[in-house]
């Protein structure tokens, strides 16, 4: 038997439980999990009413994880027993010409075949083991530490993604403005300085959060409130941001967002806060600004993320945690008291042993 945290009923907290130890059938990798990574999209899944929530419960949440290979199913040759892996989380189908190129994340017959992600349908990370359904879900850390490598599976590779797409606007003298600056937007922020020459405004309503943007790069701070948008065209000269990134998606935020890009500029929504953002002539948004929704990233995106780790130009700010502190973490998470990325080590008994 084993330990995990699983969310079993809906609208109540996640619970940790004891369930059995899984075993890899053919072509199927058992890893023992290092560390899982906590993530604002669980607190959003774990809020949907019971006639809309999509998956089998229970469900062993965390789709942020890393781990050494503790056994191979059939026919599995490309991994070995012992080895330190990061798991890629959207998977696709390996078939379709997305697959093809690495880009799972854009599989167009992963959900008509019920292939869900770990945490996200799939039993997750936030176990003392889990399965992962190919070796090719599995990118080798090559020496990173673990706690390190948990976030960058989401919480880099979902805004690396979204700047890599937006990199031809980000030209020197070029503005980027980074709304929420929690998981993936401290690492945002330091995406930004290690890709683009971009000036980097980012906006938070906690001052706490403001003070790490600014320890981790950010050349502007500004409190996201009703003043923003001025402030950033202020900041610009009147003609707005090249690229705004918006890790929380509310109503408020994404106005910001639309009265703050440039014409031609680029307004990302990463984040799941429920707003809505008008798009059309008279909707709001300068002329030629392209909107995004961007989910994840691809196989090899997330090399490169772990490669720019390993260099040193990208660390995840984390706060660490048991298995059994996990539903802890969960509300500390909602109650936004979580500065960075909460790692959860599932076999650490004290977090204070590290």
Not at 195 to 203: D, E, H, K, N, S
Not at 247 to 266: H, I, K, M, N
Request: aromatic share 4%.
């Amino acid at each position: 038997m084993m330990k995990a945290v699983q969310y079993r009923r809906v609208g109540h907290a996640p619970e940790v439980v004891e369930v059995p130890v899984p075993e890899p059938g053919p072509g199927q990798v058992l890893l023992k999990v290092t560390a899982a990574g906590l993530c604002h999209s669980d607190l959003a899944v774990m809020g949907w009413p019971e006639e809309q929530f999509p998956y089998a419960l229970p469900m062993t949440l965390g789709h942020e994880g890393v781990g050494t290979v503790a056994a191979l199913g059939a026919g599995v040759t490309s991994v070995t027993e012992g080895e330190a892996v990061a798991v890629y989380g959207p998977w696709g189908c390996g078939r379709c010409h997305q697959c093809a190129e690495g880009k799972e994340n854009c599989c167009p017959r992963a959900a008509g075949l019920g292939i869900l992600p770990p945490g996200l349908g799939s039993p997750g990370a936030l176990a003392e083991y889990m399965l992962v359904d190919s070796p090719r879900h599995l990118v080798p850390l090559n020496g990173l530490d673990p706690v390190q490598a948990a976030p960058l599976t989401d919480a880099g590779l979902t805004p690396y993604h979204a700047i890599r797409r937006s990199l031809p606007k980000l030209l020197p003298g070029s503005t980027a403005v980074v709304i929420g600056v929690g998981g993936l937007g401290h690492l945002a922020v330091q995406l930004l300085r290690a890709l683009t020459p971009a000036r980097v405004v980012a906006l938070d309503v906690s001052k706490e959060k403001l003070e790490l943007a600014r320890e981790v790069g950010a050349h502007e701070t500004l409190l996201s409130d009703g003043e923003a948008a001025a402030q950033i065209r202020a900041l610009t000269g009147g003609t707005g941001a090249e690229v705004v990134l918006d890790f929380v998606g509310a109503e408020a935020t994404l106005a910001v967002a639309a009265a703050s890009v440039a014409v031609a500029g680029d307004v990302t929504v990463v984040g799941l806060g429920g707003g809505t953002l008008a798009v059309g002539f008279g909707g709001g948004l300068p002329f030629e600004v392209s909107a995004s929704f961007p989910y994840w990233g691809s196989r090899r995106e997330l090399m490169e993320v772990l490669e720019l780790a390993r260099q040193g130009l990208v660390s995840s700010h984390v706060e660490i945690f048991t298995l059994e502190q996990a539903p802890e973490a969960y509300e500390r998470l909602h109650a936004g008291e979580i500065d960075g990325r909460a790692v959860v080590l599932p076999h650490t008994s004290s977090p204070h042993s590290l």
